[in-house]
C-alpha cells in the first residue's frame, strides 16, 4: 500500500503520470510524490576534466 512521505497517510490516490512514472497525491497533506526515487548521479567539479587529461 502507498504511503505518504510526508505524512503517512495510507490515503492517496492516482495523479498521472511524469517522465513514465506514476504519480500519487496525499489526500490529507496535498502532496505529489512518486513510489520510488532515484538518487542522480554526482560528478565532483573537475572530474570531467581530470579523465581527459589522463587519457
Same mark, same amino acid.
Given at each position: ?13 492516482? #495523479? ?6 506514476? #504519480?500519487?497525491l496525499c489526500q ?22 581530470? #579523465?581527459?587529461?589522463?587519457?
Open positions: 500500500m502507498m504511503q505518504c512521505p510526508e505524512c503517512g497517510s495510507t490515503t492517496v490516490s492516482k #495523479n498521472g503520470q511524469r517522465k513514465g512514472k506514476q #504519480n500519487y490529507v497533506c496535498q502532496r505529489q510524490f512518486i513510489d520510488t526515487y532515484e538518487p542522480k548521479s554526482y560528478t565532483p567539479p573537475g572530474q570531467r576534466h581530470l #579523465n581527459l587529461v589522463d587519457r
